[in-house]
């Protein structure tokens, strides 16, 4: 089943990331995904979610959204580049900071794709379970 990785050396808050994830999803899924450290490689033909920084894990060329989008490799500390694709017959997420609080930043936008609000007065979720599925998106 999907996993979410992290990377190898993550920081507080790229744990923090993976762990939010693993919590949302399972409030909206009802699947609790395993989070794992990653090796040299994504493991291929399973489905992941890969959260970090451009230091801590690997990242395959991917393509950019517009060539307005800013470059993977000049994100600024609290920004991130979210990329969701199909990836060697698997769906993967990579959620890739500029710094550990953008990877954070990342997963509350990549989670916002699956219908959660975060507002001050508490966390808004579906109506109902949904199947961990997004469509393609390349964005910043």
């Excluded at 939010?20 to 995904?33: N, P």
């Excluded at 500029?98 to 990342?106: E, F, K, Q, R, T």
Aim: hydrophobic letters at 40%.
């Amino acid at each position: 089943g999907a996993t979410i990785w992290t990377g190898r050396n993550a920081a507080g808050q790229e744990i923090q990331a993976a762990k939010e994830i693993q919590r949302y999803l399972y409030r909206i899924s009802g699947k609790k995904l395993p989070i794992r450290t990653l090796g040299p490689a994504i493991p291929k033909g399973i489905p992941a979610i890969v959260v970090g920084t451009l230091e801590g894990v690997p990242f395959p060329e991917v393509k950019r959204s517009s060539d307005n989008t800013p470059g993977l490799f000049a994100l600024q500390d609290e920004a991130f580049y979210l990329a969701i694709s199909d990836a060697d017959g698997a769906p993967t997420a990579h959620i890739i900071g500029g710094s550990p609080i953008g990877a954070l930043y990342g997963a509350y936008t990549f989670l916002e794709k699956f219908g959660i609000g975060f507002y001050l007065g508490g966390d808004v979720f579906p109506g109902t379970a949904l199947p961990l599925r997004v469509k393609p998106i390349y964005e910043t």
